[in-house]
């Protein structure tokens, strides 16, 4: 990996601005409808019917989560993860055909989608994690016994390109558009402008989520596994971890009262959050009545897929330096291990206790 030099501000100055478009597990926890904060001209219409030049779409948006630009962590590197998010970037920003208000527009509705759907799910582009996540579904409903029943929903491009879909989401979603005709003719305008880019809606940014939320909801999107493998994270590990750090959320939920966190401030507390729920993920996947995967397999995942973000020390939804992420998983590993003869799995509350002792360790790094 290489030390942080130059580029990578610009690398995090990019996924500021488009991560300000998202709204934080939180904020979709509260409320889904969104303050009205933003208007923004769609101007490649001229030749797209049911879109007009002159026309403001008013964007829905969560605000900004940054009014500059939060510390650095000095020990920071340039990961794999974050050189290839950067590409998808840096090809959706240096598409001819790139708009800022229909990227917004499209996480947006993506988002909300992912949120709001119940049916069938299918896990992966073309369904290759089906299986897989059925099993960890099982597994970990077992493993950690829950009162709440975890639901998971998969988030995908293709999404953006189906009439179908994308018809009911404007519909669902959009508060210009009062009926469903109205919602097939901006799906169709919508699909034209899709068919001159490589980038709308193909581009795995339209599908990077990974969140989880009180009601028991889990979401897990094509990109940020896309991304993940990419970096040469083997696939089964990828979801597995990506869906047993969100799993472990769940567990926060649940014990949020008992547990009755008191930082010094946001930054802080998703810092602790997150680390545990790290912390959590890699016990259950090295345990044997878990995933039973190696250290060799675990510290891949945690070495590659560092988002750059972690490396802003004083932003709200900081996750930890990678050397903190890397030694929390560490940590989860060897208590797994410790215990391997016996099979014995630690209820979540004796976990949360071996964190609470790691974890001035963890933030003296």
Same mark, same amino acid.
């Given at each position: 990996?290489?030390?942080?030099?130059?580029?990578?501000?610009?690398? &995090?100055?990019?996924?500021?601005?488009?991560?300000?478009? !998202?709204?934080?597990?939180?904020?979709?926890?509260?409320?889904?409808?969104?303050?009205?904060?933003?208007?923004?001209?769609?101007?490649?219409?001229?030749? @797209?019917?049911?879109?007009?030049?002159?026309?403001?779409?008013?964007?829905?948006?969560?605000?900004?989560?940054?009014?500059?630009?939060?510390?650095?962590?000095?020990?920071? @590197?340039?990961?794999?993860?974050?050189?290839?998010?950067?590409?998808?970037?840096? !090809?959706?920003?240096?598409?001819?055909?790139?708009?800022?208000?229909?990227?917004?527009?499209?996480?947006?509705?993506?988002?909300?989608?992912?949120?709001?759907?119940? &049916?069938?799910?299918?896990?992966?582009?073309?369904?290759?994690?089906?299986?897989?996540?059925?099993?960890?579904?099982?597994?970990?409903?077992?493993?950690?016994?829950?009162?709440?029943?975890? @639901? +998971? $929903?998969?988030?995908?491009?293709?999404?953006?390109?189906?009439?179908?879909?994308?018809?009911?989401?404007?519909?669902?979603?959009?508060?210009?558009?009062?009926?469903?005709?109205?919602?097939?003719?901006?799906?169709?305008?919508?699909?034209?402008?899709?068919?001159?880019?490589? $980038?709308?809606?193909?581009?795995?940014?339209?599908?990077?989520?990974?969140? @989880?939320?009180?009601?028991?909801?889990?979401?897990?999107?094509?990109?940020?596994?896309?991304?993940?493998?990419?970096?040469?994270?083997?696939?089964?590990?990828?979801?597995?971890?990506?869906?047993?750090?969100?799993?472990? %959320?769940?567990? %926060?939920?649940?014990?949020?009262?008992?547990?009755?966190?008191?930082?010094?401030?946001?930054?802080?507390?998703?810092?602790? +959050?997150?680390?545990?729920?790290?912390?959590?993920?890699?016990?259950?996947?090295?345990?044997?009545?878990?995933?039973?995967?190696?250290?060799?397999?675990?510290?891949?995942?945690?070495? +590659?897929?560092?988002?750059?973000?972690?490396?802003?020390?004083?932003? $709200?939804?900081? %996750?930890?330096?990678?050397?903190?992420?890397?030694?929390?998983?560490?940590? &989860?590993?060897?208590?797994?291990?410790?215990?391997?003869?016996?099979?014995?799995?630690?209820?979540?509350?004796?976990? %949360?206790?071996?964190?609470?002792?790691?974890?001035?360790? +963890?933030?003296?790094?």
């Amino acid at each position: 990996m290489k030390k942080m030099g130059a580029h990578i501000w610009l690398v &995090g100055l990019v996924i500021i601005i488009l991560i300000s478009w !998202s709204c934080s597990k939180e904020q979709l926890d509260k409320t889904i409808t969104t303050p009205m904060v933003e208007q923004a001209k769609v101007d490649k219409t001229s030749d @797209t019917p049911g879109l007009k030049k002159d026309h403001t779409y008013k964007i829905e948006n969560c605000g900004l989560r940054y009014t500059g630009i939060p510390a650095l962590d000095d020990s920071c @590197t340039l990961t794999d993860f974050a050189v290839i998010l950067f590409g998808y970037i840096n !090809s959706l920003v240096s598409d001819p055909d790139y708009q800022p208000a229909l990227t917004q527009y499209y996480a947006e509705l993506n988002k909300k989608y992912a949120v709001h759907y119940r &049916g069938d799910n299918y896990f992966g582009k073309d369904g290759e994690y089906d299986q897989l996540a059925k099993k960890r579904w099982r597994e970990l409903n077992a493993f950690w016994d829950l009162k709440k029943e975890i @639901t +998971l $929903n998969a988030q995908h491009t293709i999404s953006l390109d189906n009439r179908e879909t994308l018809a009911a989401m404007i519909e669902s979603f959009d508060p210009l558009v009062r009926n469903r005709e109205e919602a097939y003719a901006k799906a169709d305008a919508l699909i034209a402008y899709n068919s001159s880019s490589p $980038n709308y809606p193909e581009n795995p940014f339209f599908a990077l989520e990974a969140f @989880t939320l009180r009601n028991g909801l889990l979401v897990i999107g094509d990109g940020l596994l896309q991304t993940l493998v990419e970096t040469g994270i083997d696939e089964k590990v990828a979801f597995t971890a990506v869906i047993s750090h969100e799993w472990w %959320h769940q567990v %926060h939920y649940e014990y949020e009262d008992k547990w009755n966190l008191e930082l010094e401030n946001q930054a802080a507390r998703s810092r602790y +959050l997150e680390l545990e729920a790290d912390f959590a993920a890699a016990y259950f996947m090295a345990h044997k009545r878990g995933a039973t995967f190696n250290w060799k397999l675990i510290e891949q995942y945690f070495t +590659l897929s560092f988002n750059v973000g972690d490396c802003f020390i004083q932003s $709200n939804q900081h %996750h930890g330096t990678p050397e903190q992420r890397y030694m929390a998983a560490k940590y &989860g590993y060897k208590l797994a291990d410790n215990s391997k003869k016996k099979g014995f799995i630690l209820s979540p509350e004796q976990v %949360h206790k071996e964190f609470l002792k790691l974890y001035p360790v +963890l933030i003296a790094m």
